[in-house]
């Protein structure tokens, strides 16, 4: 219990030092450099969290597949949003999260897992025994999906991960936010992956990251 309360602090820890040294302008550089390594880094953790806990070895197989699943879709809704501009609007990637494939950072794909594995876990704990109505936890996963980007657009931009072709975030955005959440999320919920609460940590990442995308917004 202790070493748990240990590694749940430790990425408050990390993730607020991360939105204190841009609060006092410090060490940007070196953030920059790091960031698609830490976007990967906190979605595997979620994963392994989740593999960790889950001892049903055809839900660990079926999750495998579902991460599959996330990143390639995902990425392939990128792809389709880069270069069409007709999912969420036009906009562009930097060269910062690096490497970059078709215009679109590998990273992307992995922080969709993260996204949608957080936000699953938060709704698993937000609906309890209601979790269990796939279409009530499929629309709240893709909300708290939504939450994440909306919180996320703003300290993006001023990260300069990417940037907006249009003077606004343009609403098209969150609607289609919500609308690929809830593909996504559906086959997990189908196959019952997330049915027992799986390990708060998971919950934790996701929240970690939206205070540090509030701290970088309010520098």
Known sequence: ?????????????????GGGWHVFGMFQSTMQSLASFMMAALCILQVWEYLRFQNDKQKKIYFF?????VYTISFAIEWIGVTTGAVFGRYE???????IVYNVPLVIGLAWLGISTGSITLA???LGTYFRHRWLAAGLSAVFMTLFDFLMEPAAMKLNYWRWLSSTIPLQNYFAWFLVGFVLVMPALHLNLFGDKPPTLIVHVYTAQLLYFLMVYAA
Do not use: D, E, H
């Not at 990637?93 to 490497?99: E, G, N």
């Open 65 to 69: 597949l579902w991460t599959l699943f």
């Open 1 to 17: 219990m202790l070493w748990y309360r240990i590694k749940i602090g430790s990425v408050y820890l990390l993730l607020m030092a």
């Open 93 to 99: 990637y930097s060269s910062l999260l690096q490497p």
């Open 124 to 126: 698993r704990y937000v």
